[in-house]
């Protein structure tokens, strides 16, 4: 079993910087990778805006690329997302997602993980 817990979220302001963050932990894993999604409110499904493998390479939803990055720790088994010139659209809960591998020969393959998520409110 694996945790993700997320912190950093909160009311901002529009064009505020907000930094979100997630650790994992729990029995011996290896991270294959990390993402953050959000849902809107009144939104059915929750979207895919960053992933970052463990190699360190990102991807991004195209409309937030340029205000929104996602960092990734593998020893430290963590994902940071800084949101730049937040918007009321980025009003969302954001969930932290983790691909995962365990240090055992009884769990073969790759698991996945959701974190609870941390509400993110953008009003003036």
């Known amino acids: 079993q694996v945790h993700l817990v997320e912190s950093g979220g909160g009311l901002v302001q529009p064009g505020a910087s907000l930094r979100l963050s997630c650790a994992a932990s729990?029995?011996?894993?290896?991270?294959?990778?990390m993402a953050w999604y959000r849902q809107a409110p009144g939104k059915q499904q929750r979207e895919l805006i960053a992933?970052?493998?463990?190699?360190?390479?990102?991807h991004y939803k195209d409309s937030v690329k340029g205000r929104f990055t996602i960092s990734g720790d593998t020893a430290k088994k963590s994902v940071t997302l800084q949101i730049d010139d937040v918007r009321p659209e980025d009003t969302a809960v954001y969930y932290c997602?983790?691909?995962?591998?365990?240090?055992?020969?009884?769990?073969?393959?790759?698991?996945?993980?959701w974190g609870q998520g941390t509400q993110v409110t953008v009003s003036s």
């Open positions: 992933k970052i493998s463990s190699d360190n390479i990102a």
């Open positions: 997602y983790a691909d995962v591998k365990f240090d055992s020969p009884y769990y073969e393959g790759t698991y996945s993980y």
């Open positions: 729990g029995r011996p894993f290896n991270i294959d990778a």
